[in-house]
């Protein structure tokens, strides 16, 4: 792929990210933290089985970050770029594996996103609160973000990478 359709593809992924974190999302009143459920995770699944694990990280990072940046939780921002950088990276390596099977693949790496979001938040909100109860009340929100945007993405994932193959 050249590079200006590389760098075209990846800044509509991390816009498509950023405006399905910022508008399709609902504030949870949960315990300390609150949380988010989005579908920002959509976008990033897309990105990372039709295009690949460099530009699931790219659109992850950047796409949830800059969320994060101007919404006013800047705080968590280095967080997110990491942990759902390191989602995108792994769900487009899992989903790279299995093109012959791309059901079973892209869930399976729905399933490795899901294990790093929960893991990742939890920590990251163990090191911003200083302690280790209050983080516990993010992983619902958490665990319906991912599940949501996997039976969304993986049925129709392996269908749109032939369509963009022919791109």
């Known amino acids: 792929m050249s590079t200006t359709k590389t760098l075209v593809i990846n800044g509509l992924f991390i816009a498509l990210t950023l405006v399905a974190t910022a ?30 694990r460099k530009t699931g990280a ?35 390596t899992i989903s790279e594996k ?6 079973l693949f892209n869930g399976l790496a729905v399933v490795a996103a899901l294990v790093i979001k929960v893991v990742g938040y939890y920590f990251a909100e163990v090191i911003l609160f200083q302690n280790w109860i209050v983080p516990l009340g993010s992983i619902p929100g958490n665990l319906v973000q991912v599940i949501v945007a996997g039976i969304i993405v ?5 269908r749109l990478r032939t369509l963009v193959a022919k791109i």
């Open 23 to 52: 508008f399709i999302n609902i504030r949870l009143p949960l315990i300390g933290n609150g949380g988010l459920i989005h579908l920002g995770n959509v976008p990033l699944f897309l990105a990372a089985f039709l295009f690949g």
């Open 58 to 92: 790219i659109a992850g990072a950047f796409g949830m970050g800059l969320f994060d940046l101007i919404s006013g939780w800047t705080a968590w921002a280095p967080f997110t770029f990491v942990i759902v950088g390191l989602m995108g990276f792994t769900a487009g």
């Open 98 to 103: 299995g093109k012959n099977k791309p059901v």
């Open 154 to 158: 993986v049925p129709i994932a392996g």
